[in-house]
């Protein structure tokens, strides 16, 4: 499932191109940022409506905001158009990123196109290994659902290894540990690498369980090919009791990250959702990204109290080497019709000039909403209008989808309890929220 930033869809990716002879064009990955924004929680009026902008940037030593609106007040927070002006850089270049379940990066015989025919092909019948699943995850693809990954635990312990005809060898392991309140965990652990060691893939699979009711459900994957791309991703899914509220809760997220070996590029994207069984729901994002000289962010989230009062926001932001830097935020709080909306677009030149466009809107739930708004070119609105307002109360994916996609996570069978022994349910301290810091490995911001 992909989820989206409180109806905005940022859509940042790598795509590879192809000459007629058929080969990957290797050092022409064209970088574009475009950031397409839809939204869904919108105004609608007869006269005014909040329109839909799009940043476009190319990279240059300088940047221009070209406006497309006066400062009348009416659809003016919300329509800007970015651009780099390629007249002022002698050595500019137009990039542009476009969503694209494309490979990742580029390589001279595009090593992720067929790996199992290419490095591992199947196995005698005498010695049946386990079939390569060394791709890479795909950006903007959010948490998939447990059947997307096919897990499938031995249920005896085995430590087993084998050569493909090809020269490469593969391996796999499966077993069970036990711990103290009845905690299980069943794993399968597999891989393999080609005949000379410059490809490899890794991939484990476990669920846990214990008396407290706690079921865990998980994957984690990784590999590398011989032009030095590699990748990482993990995934998993729990149910547990909410230590506060005492609720069932299940929980799911994702990480995934991706090297290129040929460029200074690299992408990491980390999900996370949380469900209760009242209907509270709460969803974040947070992505990074970088190719050569330019490098981008972004992080939203997603709240429902699932009594109507909804929490959406989104900053994303970007910026090159060259130190132009530009950017775009906003916020949305909403409950029984009343509420507001907020957020700035900005950019800063490399010589430090700053340019930006705040805005607002307060709506009173009576027809009226009242706009406000500044630049810092001078511009100003405040204004009153006669406006409808529109908003999303119940999230799009809640408790009832995730439990009807959590049928494996739900069959997790717990260890017997003998009689007369009771599970420890000190919960202890609530877990910290996830750290939303760059992975360490990844190109730094320059």
Request: proline share 6%.
């Amino acid at each position: 499932m992909a989820a989206s930033p409180g109806g905005f869809t940022a859509q940042l990716n790598f795509k590879l191109g192809r000459r007629p002879g058929g080969y990957a064009m290797r050092n022409q990955l064209g970088l574009d940022l475009e950031v397409r924004k839809r939204r869904r929680l919108r105004v609608e009026a007869s006269t005014d409506r909040i329109g839909t902008s799009r940043i476009s940037c190319c990279c240059s030593d300088s940047v221009v905001p070209i406006r497309r609106s006066s400062g009348s007040g009416k659809s003016i927070e919300k329509s800007e158009d970015w651009r780099f002006d390629p007249k002022k850089s002698s050595h500019s270049h137009r990039v542009r990123l476009h969503a694209s379940p494309a490979l990742p990066f580029a390589s001279p015989q595009s090593p992720f196109v067929s790996k199992k025919e290419k490095i591992y092909p199947r196995c005698t019948p005498r010695n049946s290994g386990p079939q390569s699943r060394d791709t890479p995850p795909r950006r903007d693809t959010g948490i998939a659902n447990e059947k997307d990954w096919g897990i499938s635990l031995l249920n005896e312990n085995v430590i087993e290894s084998g050569t493909n005809e090809d020269g490469s060898t593969w391996y796999r392991e499966s077993g069970e540990d036990l711990g103290e309140n009845g905690y299980r965990c069943r794993w399968t652990r597999m891989g393999g690498q080609s005949h000379d060691g410059s490809s490899e893939w890794k991939e484990t699979w476990w669920e846990k369980s214990d008396w407290t009711g706690y079921k865990e459900l998980g994957v984690e994957k990784s590999g590398r090919n011989a032009e030095g791309d590699s990748w990482w991703e993990t995934w998993q899914e729990n149910l547990h009791q909410d230590e506060w509220s005492n609720l069932a809760m299940i929980e799911r997220s994702a990480q995934k990250q991706a090297k290129s070996g040929i460029e200074n590029a690299g992408w990491y994207e980390k999900w996370w959702e949380k469900y209760d069984a009242k209907g509270w729901t709460e969803k974040k994002a947070y992505k990074y990204g970088r190719l050569n000289e330019q490098s981008w962010w972004e992080k939203w989230g997603e709240q429902y109290d699932g009594r109507g009062s909804v929490l959406k926001w989104t900053d994303k932001w970007a910026e090159t080497v060259l130190g132009t830097k530009w950017g775009d935020k906003w916020e949305d709080k909403f409950f029984a019709g009343i509420g507001s909306r907020q957020g700035e677009t900005w950019h800063v030149t490399p010589g430090g000039e700053r340019w930006s466009r705040t805005w607002g809107e307060e709506h009173f739930g009576n027809g009226k909403v009242h706009k406000y708004g500044k630049s810092t070119t001078g511009e100003s609105w405040d204004i009153v209008v006669d406006e409808e307002t529109y908003y999303e109360a119940e999230p799009h994916y809640g408790w009832a989808d995730v439990v009807g996609d959590s049928s494996q996570l739900l069959s997790i069978e717990p260890r017997e309890r003998p009689p007369g022994v009771y599970p420890n349910l000190d919960f202890g301290s609530s877990p910290p929220p996830p750290s939303d810091d760059s992975p360490e490995d990844l190109p730094p911001s320059q």
